[in-house]
Every structure is written in C-alpha cells, then in structure tokens.
C-alpha cells in the first residue's frame, strides 16, 4: 500500500510520520498528537516552511527532511491550569484586557472553545471535543485573509456576545439553546467574507448576487457556508442533539446571521424599540428580536472597546473600503461614496456612524439591561469625542494649509455625516 511519509520539528526536534494515504483522517491526527506528546484536547499548529498553518489531514503535501513542517502545541485550557486560569480571566468581565496582546490563531481557537465550555454547552449538547476543534478549524480555514472580515474580527464579535451573555446574566433570563444559537452565529457570521460588501455583489453582479437574486447576497452566503461545515459529521457540533433541537438552531442561526445586513438596521432596531416598553422574556417573538439586537451591537461593537484596540481596527477596515473603492473605480462601477479614499477621512467617518448607528442602537439596549451602560455606552461616548477632535484638528490643519480651497470639501464630508445609516460606514461590519 502506498504511503506518505511527512517531516517536521516538535520543539526544533526532528519527527517524521508514516501514514497509508487513505488512512482515515483521525489517524492521521492522532499520529501527529502523540508525537507531539500533546494531551487529547491540546489544539494541533502544523506550518509549512512559508509559515502557514495547515490542516493536518491524509491529504497532507508529502515533503523532504530539508523542507520540513513545524508543529507546535497549544495546550487546551481545560486541562492545563495556569493557562486555564489566565483565560478565566481574560473571558470574564472585562470585554478588553485580552486584546492588549496579540493572540495567536491557535490560541483564539482554545478561547473559543473555553467559552462552549463555560457556557455549559459541551455537557448539554454532548459536544465532543474533537468535534468541537474540527468545526472551529473549518471555521477558521473558512475566513479570509483580508483587512478586516477575518478570524479575528469573528472572534472579537464572539467575545462580545460572550461578554453580554455574562454581563446581562442572560443565563437565568433565556434556555441555553438561544445562547448557543447566539455563540455560534458570532462565530459563523462572515465565514468566506470577500471584503466586498453587498453593493459591490450587486453591482458587480458576482456569483453571490446572482445565486441569491442580490437578497442579502454576502449574509445568505456566510450562512450557507457556515451549513455546509455542519453538514460534515467530523464538524457537525449539533449532531448528538435532537432533531427538533436542530431545526431550533438551524432557524436561530439563519436569523441572527442574516440580521446583520446593515441594510436591516432600522428595520430590526424599531421593532425592537417598539416592544422594549412591554419586553417579555417569555415571548419567543421579544427574544428572537433581542437576539438579533445582541449580534448586531456585538458586531459593531468595535469602538466599544479601548481606544488602542479600535482604532488598528478601524484602520483595517478603511483598509478594506479602499480597496472596495478602488475596485469600483477600476471596473467602472457605481463607487460607494463612504468608501471612498478622496472623500473621507478617518475622523469623519467614524463621527457620522457613531452618532447616527452605534449610539442609538446601544442606547435601546441599555434600555433594558441598565448595567450595560457603563461597559458599552461610555467608552463609544468617549470614542466619538476623540474622533470628533480629530475632525477639527484635520480641518484646523486644511485651512492652514488651504484657506480658499476647502470650503467645498468640508460641506462634501458634512453631507457625508448625516446619512442614513443605510449610507454610513456601517454597511459591511
Ligand atoms: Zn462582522
């Protein structure tokens, strides 16, 4: 029988593994765990010589000694308690004090799984733990490597739905489905995100817009994407729960995903404001509106956190609208006017979008869990006053540099401002 044979370095020592190539995947795992001595919920990093994580799998590209892999280990923290208590902090409270490092893809991938855990979802759903990593690494594999709609923000927005659940001590108001509904739409929402927002899909007329009549093309697709993974047994978290339980989260998820079309902002925060006087947990109505309202604020949330955390971040996603902006130019295409590099600045983008989508969104929330105030709603106050100085000093510095130039420039920005969220920079977060 043919087989592979596979070099690489475990703590810089030499390991090679010997595999038949149809050798079931999970063998192929296992072989790589035990070399590594690693524990059975340790997450697995293999890197080729370019430094690239890659799937450790039979389909594995066979390599020569001089090119070998690394593997590195990440201990789960489950089972090694300093790490486990280092993320016991890190995921309590404080939404922020984890990102003051850089974490690292594996690592990120270890949280995400701590918060199935501490959220009781493992035992309640019986999710084993392979399951559990094999889903997040396609989930993982399935984000891009663009400026901004990557695995990181995927986590950042997870970690904010996870701190909300916490902080509005959601567990003893709603069934812990809804909760791993929630989660798991963080995780999932902008899976295979192009970096291209909705406009452009229609625009351009891509696949996207086409296979879905420019219907929420982008928000359809993650959702699509985020099935397929379920559809893999070796992936599928939910396949030990009950069929109406999976027809429960199957609608959950599609509904939290497909909410965070901006496009639906005012749609899905009026329905809420109008039920928010009377709000009933024990409506299903009043909870699936909330829980629309809870990814929406965790995917915007952004500039809720310390200002050295979001502002790189709002930097990645100019970044992303440039390059939108550019393509647009190039193509011939109807340029979307908040994305475009001649007529914004950071400043003024930020300012508009703040006042006219974040605050008031966040504001509705606080409504009803008051304690939110202090952890959501102050630190975007405080970003809109940075920003707000910004914008003057830009425009101290245009007239010093200008005078009788930027009369007209200045009023083109200002327009920009008070649109509609619809038109704001929201569109594509
Ligand atoms: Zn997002």
């Known amino acids: 029988m043919a087989t592979k044979i596979i070099y690489f370095t475990v703590n810089g020592r030499p390991e090679q593994a010997e595999f038949p190539v149809t050798c079931p995947a999970q063998d192929v795992k296992d072989l790589f765990r035990s070399a590594a001595e690693a524990g059975p919920h340790d997450i697995l990093k293999l890197y080729n010589p370019k430094g690239n994580i890659i ?16 593997l590195e280990v990440v201990a789960s923290g489950c089972n090694s308690e300093p790490l486990g208590v280092e993320l016991a902090g890190a995921l309590g409270f404080d939404l922020s004090s984890m990102e ?7 690592e990120i991938m270890v949280l995400l799984q701590v918060m199935y855990t501490d959220l009781d979802f493992i035992a309640t759903y019986n999710i084993e733990p392979e399951v559990l990593q094999q ?4 989930v993982y594999r399935r984000y891009n490597n663009i400026p901004f709609h990557n695995f990181k923000h995927c986590f950042c927005v997870t970690q904010m739905m996870y701190g909300l659940i916490w902080l509005t001590d959601l567990r003893s108001k709603m069934d812990s489905i809804d909760l791993l509904i929630m989660l798991t739409s963080a ?29 929420s093309p982008l928000e359809n ?5 985020t099935f397929d993974i379920l559809e893999k047994k070796e992936s599928n978290i939910f396949r030990n729960v009950s069929p109406d339980q999976y027809k429960r989260i ?10 965070t079309d901006m496009t639906r902002h005012n749609e ?12 009933d947990f024990d409506n299903k109505d009043h909870r699936d509106v909330l829980m629309m309202i809870l990814i929406k604020v965790s995917d915007i949330s952004n500039e809720a956190r310390p200002m050295e955390v979001a502002e790189p971040w709002l930097d990645c996603l100019l970044q992303e609208f440039y390059n939108q902006s550019d393509a647009e130019k190039l193509e011939g295409l109807p340029v979307t006017p908040f994305m475009d590099r001649d007529k914004i600045t950071k400043p003024s983008s930020q300012t508009g979008f703040i006042r006219f989508v974040l605050l008031p969104l966040f504001i509705e929330l606080a409504n009803l869990f008051p304690c939110l105030e202090l952890h959501i709603i102050d630190p975007v106050r405080k970003a809109l006053d940075y920003y707000t100085e910004m914008e003057k000093a830009l425009e101290r510095e245009k007239q010093n540099r200008a005078p009788c130039e930027n ?3 200045g009023k083109e920005i200002a327009v920009g401002q008070t649109s509609a969220p619809e038109a704001s920079n929201s569109d594509t977060q």
């Open 55 to 70: 799937n450790i799998s039979p389909n594995l590209e066979p390599n020569k000694p001089n090119t070998c892999y690394k």
């Open 100 to 106: 003051k490092r850089q974490w690292e893809d594996a």
């Open 135 to 138: 889903f997040l690494f396609e």
């Open 187 to 215: 995780i999932c929402h902008d899976l295979d995100h192009t970096g291209y927002n909705n406009a452009y899909q229609i625009n351009a007329r891509t696949e996207l817009a086409l296979r879905y009549n420019d219907i």
């Open 221 to 225: 697709h993650h959702c699509a994407v």
């Open 250 to 259: 199957r609608e959950g998820i599609i509904k939290c995903i497909l909410a």
């Open 268 to 279: 899905i925060l009026s329905k809420f404001k109008s039920i928010l006087s009377s709000f």
């Open 407 to 409: 009369g007209f420039k």
